[in-house]
């Protein structure tokens, strides 16, 4: 198999044209039989396979800077960077990222899984090119698979242009985001005005123009209308010369041919330029390419008993009853539950793209103009609009609800994507509530009590999957839930973490220690009951799947003091993950390790219990 001979970028040049056709080939399949034994991100690698090709027989990486945005496409990188061995564990614990990982390998610059950063990594490394005086070295950024929707993209844009920084932004268009007209002869003007040859003549006659009498300026400005006129008669591009950057393309991505050609003559620009490439999403690949929701995007989907589904199910009911519900997704409509709901309410539910912090501000005015906005988002991403949240829906106490999936330790997408910094983060602001469900059923009642709260707005955050309970095992309202009584401990428990704290609570009867446990559900504002009863405990102990440093134990320790007032405040101990960032691996296992599973509950409580009291 010719794919058993790339060991790194150097063994793809010397292949000729029918060999490259024969390793797209055989790289698809290997990827299609990786992700499908792993999971993982599938579509976007499969049509990224002759670009990334071409972008390693035309420049040199390391020594030349490849970046990717986002990185769930940059699979096939990994593989003719000398990693395909490590395919066999994709996304487990101790083996291959997922991602880029500067960790991995010198090829890897940027750990990137956030989108739409990657312009602006592009600009930095170039301005520190030019400062150090390095001319022998390119950068090339690609972006795509939705990047460019994201105002953080278009920000690095407008600098690159600023300062005439000299970097390739490659823009992997596979019809996820920005799609101009193409046409034979744009094709072939768009191949003209990149070649060098082309740039050199134009900038004698522009030259030349100037230089006659009387006229020049007029001529030259005439002429530079013309050209504007035919860009935009022929490619929508104008956008990027406006902004100071040479445009070219569209090509053909799976063209390698091509690519290299177009790259060779990019890579000889001195300032920024984007080559705008066309590609299939999930190319060669039947499922993938018949896949009209996301082009198999990632193997994962919603399923039946997963907080997602339950999400779904509970805001259709609501949106049914309430006509000012809607539903607001970064690019992930199917991810967080949606699409469903846009099946019943198409013109209910808005999807502005890979952009959270334009998302929370749009919700803000949604809510002042009198609807009730829904936004459904990962964890991870919403701490990207922590600004948008705190001072353009908190400070003008709007009633915006946040729903935020995947909170908690997430598992095998590693250290971007664990959502432990929510409870820190939003409990900070001033009028927000916080609400954690701890099981299927209560993600449908918070919400129902989320909508009908009017004094600000409120965040609810789950994990990937709940169990399910009977109907009285649900809370109501901004209670807290006493699941168990005891004399000795009282651990309080903040979402998922109610289950192993119950287990952990069995586990301690046997040692003689008898345990209240409470589902914490509020977090902020902490039920008022609940904080006294914790209070009159010898021994307190909070647990929560997020930063231990300034989360939910934090505010719920200060809550128990306050109601102490004249009383001996309880030892308290706060469990929680550690201020680092974590690894892939499984969700449980990470939690085990860390002393938040059954086991660990019970070991701590037994040494808070236990300890001596201080003097």
């Known amino acids: 198999m010719l794919l058993d001979r790339i060991h790194s970028p150097a063994d793809l040049r010397g292949l000729s044209a029918e060999q490259l056709e024969t390793l797209a080939a055989e ?21 990224a396979v002759e670009l990334t090709l071409a972008v390693h027989r035309v420049f040199e ?26 395919f066999e564990q994709l996304r487990q614990e101790g083996g291959l990222s997922g991602y880029p990982s500067r960790k991995e390998s010198p090829h890897d610059w940027v750990e990137n899984s956030h989108a739409s950063t990657i312009i602006s990594y592009a600009h930095g490394l170039a301005t520190a090119m030019s400062r150090n005086e390095i001319t022998d070295r390119r950068i090339v950024a690609i972006i795509g698979d939705g990047s460019l929707t994201g105002g953080m993209a278009y920000e690095g844009l407008n600098n690159l242009g600023h300062a005439g920084s000299r970097a390739i932004i490659i823009l992997n268009d596979n019809g996820r985001s920005y799609a101009p007209t193409v046409s034979r002869l744009g094709d072939s003007l768009a191949r003209l005005r990149l070649d060098p040859r082309y740039v050199r003549s134009r900038a004698r006659f522009e030259k030349l123009l100037r230089s006659a009498p009387l006229v020049g300026e007029h001529l030259e400005r005439g002429f530079e209308a013309t050209m504007a006129g035919v860009r935009d008669y022929f490619e929508p591009p104008a956008f990027f010369q406006d902004l100071g950057i040479r445009y070219t393309g569209p090509f053909d991505g799976h063209d390698i041919a091509g690519l290299e050609s177009a790259l060779h003559d990019a890579a000889e620009y001195d300032g920024p330029i984007v080559v705008h490439v066309l590609t299939q ?52 409509p199917d991810s967080t539950g949606l699409l469903p709901f846009a099946e019943r309410f198409p013109d209910r539910l808005i999807d502005v793209g890979i952009a959270e912090q334009h998302a929370v501000t749009s919700a803000a005015g949604m809510a002042m103009g009198g609807l009730r906005p829904v936004f459904a988002v990962y964890s991870t991403f919403l701490s990207r609009a922590f600004d948008q949240v705190n001072l353009d829906v908190g400070l003008h106490d709007q009633p915006v609800v946040f729903c935020l999936d995947r909170a908690g330790i997430t598992g095998s997408d590693g250290p971007s994507h664990h959502g432990v910094l929510d409870l820190v983060l939003f409990t900070k602001i001033p009028n927000m509530t916080v609400l954690a469900p701890s099981s299927y059923q209560e993600i449908g009642v918070m919400l129902h009590d989320a909508l009908d709260h009017t004094d600000g707005p409120v965040l609810i955050r789950w994990p990937k999957v709940l169990p399910e309970c009977g109907p009285d095992e649900v809370g109501a309202g901004l209670r807290g839930r006493k699941v168990r009584a ?10 998922k973490m109610l289950h192993p704290a119950l287990e952990a609570a069995a586990a301690l009867a046997a040692d003689g220690v008898e345990a209240t446990v409470w589902d914490v559900r509020c977090v902020k504002p902490a039920d008022r009951e609940m904080l006294e009863d914790a209070a009159g405990h010898p021994t307190v102990v909070t647990v929560e799947d997020g930063y231990k440093a300034g989360g939910a134990g934090s505010l719920l320790a200060a809550g128990i003091r306050e109601c102490c007032e004249e009383r001996l405040v309880p030892r308290i101990e706060i469990l929680g993950v550690p201020t680092q960032y974590l690894d892939h691996a499984k969700a449980d296992d990470i939690l085990a390790r860390l002393g938040l599973d059954a086991d660990g509950i019970r070991s701590s409580a037994l040494r808070a219990v236990r300890a001596p009291s201080p003097l």
């Not at 790289?27 to 049509?47: E, Y």
């Not at 990486?61 to 960077?81: E, F, M």
């Not at 989907?301 to 009853?321: D, Q, W, Y």
């Open 27 to 47: 790289i698809r399949t290997f990827v299609v039989d990786a992700v499908d034994r792993t999971g993982g991100h599938l579509g976007s690698n499969l049509g």
């Open 61 to 86: 990486s390391p020594r030349d800077i490849v970046l990717w945005d986002t990185g769930h496409q940059a699979y096939v990188h990994k593989i003719v960077t000398g990693r395909r061995e490590g």
């Open 281 to 332: 999403k999930g190319r060669g690949y039947a499922p993938a390419e018949n896949d009209p929701i996301k082009n198999m995007h990632d193997t994962g989907s919603v399923e039946p008993g997963s907080c997602a589904a339950a999400f779904t199910e509970a805001l259709i009911k609501e949106a049914e009853e309430r006509p000012e519900v809607v539903a607001i997704t970064a690019a992930m």
């Open 486 to 495: 005891g004399r000795d401990v009282c651990i309080l428990a903040v979402g």
